[in-house]
């Protein structure tokens, strides 16, 4: 008898949006959620993006689960079968025969995280199955209709990975029917600190913490740090500060943010990575990196 692989565990969040921009980007979602178009979230780690594809989800009216997978987590022997399935004997140790992730969201919405690490030939094979909306699992040659939804999601330009040859431009178009970008938490500045009284509200009461609460000083430096570890590192970062903090009330002393030069270089990151992948702007670069260097130096003497 076939299997099906175990849902991934992943917490359902609230997802709020105070930020004009982000208000205007939960219109463009439900707009999105009621095509039952493919579409292609775009934004840095920690922004949220599974989070977004589970709301698109939500608002679709889609009956069936939404499975969320990373293609990242896989190693490329596995993940054909991760995502097909496979017949019993198809390789070494499939005893039995397995459904893939695609068959587990049937009916429902398949969320598929760094879709721009899957490997040429898995590119081709994800584009068959969107095409034909039908999949054949490894070992097999029975197709297997399918009524999924798919949602994916990238944090490289996937535009420029199509114009290096590295993505499939036909798998490009057919991902983007919709896309949604999903800036930054520094570019939604109104989303931080109702973001951060969600978290403190949630871990407070994991914790036992029935009053717990941002003293003024920690709502100050919130506001005042680059996030560039995004939603995710404002979560863990509250987190932590709820751990140690005295009576429920977190302080600025409480947040342990990454200094000033660390958080510089991590923001400059996603800019430093597009002028590499540009030999025109070499140059750029190399100031970019001198500036960096420059921003260093005073904590460097220090030591």
């Known amino acids: 008898m076939d299997s099906l692989p175990p849902l991934p565990a ?3 969040k609230t997802l709020l949006f105070h930020e004009a921009a982000s208000q ?5 979602m439900e707009r999105v959620a009621r095509t039952g178009a493919t ?5 840095e780690t920690g922004t949220g993006k599974e989070l977004v594809a589970r709301h698109v989800h939500a608002m679709s009216g889609r009956k069936g689960p939404f499975v969320a997978v990373n293609c990242g987590a896989f190693s490329e022997s596995l993940i054909d079968a991760e995502l097909f399935g496979h017949e019993a004997g198809a390789f070494t140790g499939a005893k039995q025969a397995r459904a893939g992730w695609f068959e587990a969201a049937n009916g429902g919405t398949l969320f598929l995280d760094e879709i721009g ?3 040429p030939a898995l590119q081709v094979k994800l584009l068959r199955v969107l095409q034909e909306r039908q999949v054949v699992r490894v070992g097999s040659r029975r197709p297997i209709a399918l009524d999924v939804r798919l949602l994916a999601a990238t944090n490289v330009d996937l535009r420029r990975a199509v114009e290096a040859q590295r993505f499939r431009p036909d798998l490009y178009y057919r991902l983007s029917v919709a896309h949604i970008d999903l800036p930054p938490l520094r570019e939604r500045p109104g989303d931080i600190l109702p973001l951060a009284e969600h978290f403190i509200g949630l871990y407070g009461q994991a914790l036992g913490l029935s009053q717990a609460a941002l003293a003024p000083d920690a709502q100050a430096a919130l506001l005042g740090y680059a996030w560039p570890g995004n939603v995710r590192e404002l979560e863990n970062v509250l987190h932590s500060a709820l ?3 005295r009576d429920g009330v977190v302080c600025a002393s409480d947040l342990r943010l990454a200094a000033p030069v660390l958080a510089q270089r991590a923001d400059a990151a996603a800019s ?7 030999g025109s702007a070499l140059p750029q670069l190399a100031a970019t990196i001198d ?5 260093s ?3 460097l003497m220090q030591r």
């Open 10 to 12: 992943v917490p359902a």
């Open 24 to 28: 205007e980007l939960l219109r463009q």
């Open 272 to 278: 430093t990575a597009a002028l590499a992948a540009d």
């Open 297 to 299: 130096e005073p904590n």
């Open 117 to 119: 690490d899957l490997s």
């Open 39 to 43: 579409v292609l979230i775009i934004g």
């Open 243 to 245: 751990i140690v903090c």
């Open 291 to 295: 500036a960096l260097l420059r921003a």
